[in-house]
């Protein structure tokens, strides 16, 4: 398997931007989670979803973040208008309901905005 | 105060050395504990597991749980360079929502 595949990995755009991040799942995980990691706040969960419904989306900062998952191989995590404090690594996650602890992390998306 | 503690370091050792990483946290309610490594510019990956207290044992690596003090610990033991990395801690209740730990920047010297 190619294990968790996130695009793009690097994304600088301009502050008031759309930004659009993709995630593919490892095939056959019905669990996916969005995080978002900075120097000063660590590795926070923003959303996740099980069979690409979302059950809790409590992280999310604001309403300008925005996460869908329309099958079980996407998701996307939208930002609009982007600011400059959105600036982070962005990675998702998936893991398998059979047993607990063992998330596989994608490589992330490195999002500078400007 | 945070659900899950741990200090960011850095932490330096010489190559060889014991290295002890440290996590406290405060909901009692976490069953699932998990280190995760982090090698700069990629993604976290799971290194060890253990369910409720316990040691647990793999290789150089050795976690403890100490659920009555609510404190977890790793031990890396003949330490190389290639361990030079960011170690999270991470803790489930059992409901797949995992807190993480700040993480522990760790450098070891040859």
């Known amino acids: 398997d190619a294990g968790v595949i996130q695009s793009p990995r690097h994304e600088v755009t301009e502050m008031g931007q759309e930004v659009t991040l993709r995630c593919k799942p490892i095939?056959?995980?019905?669990?996916l989670f969005w995080y978002r990691q900075t120097m000063m706040r660590g590795l926070e969960l923003l959303i996740y979803f099980n069979n690409n419904v979302p059950i809790d989306d409590s992280g999310m900062p604001e309403d300008r973040f925005s996460a869908k998952m329309p099958n079980a191989s996407f998701s996307t995590l939208k930002i609009q208008p982007s600011e400059p404090r959105d600036s982070a690594v962005y990675f998702c996650a998936s893991r398998s309901g059979q047993g607990a602890g063992t998330q596989y992390f994608g490589p992330g998306t490195r999002l500078l905005v400007l | 105060q945070k659900e899950v503690e741990q200090d960011p370091g850095p932490l330096s050792v010489p190559e060889g050395a014991i290295v002890s990483l440290n996590c406290t946290y405060s909901?009692?309610?976490?069953?699932?504990f998990m280190w995760y490594r982090q090698y700069s510019r990629k993604g976290p990956e799971l290194l060890m597991y253990?369910?409720?207290?316990g040691n647990k044992e793999d290789g150089r690596f050795t976690a403890q749980v100490d659920k009555s003090s609510k404190y977890i610990s790793l031990f890396i033991r003949d330490s190389q360079p290639s361990d030079s990395a960011t170690y999270l801690c991470a803790m489930e209740t059992g409901g797949f929502k995992t807190i993480f730990g700040a993480g522990t920047r760790l450098f070891v010297k040859a």
């Open positions: 253990t369910y409720s207290s």
């Open positions: 909901n009692s309610a976490f069953q699932y």
């Open positions: 095939s056959g995980h019905d669990y």
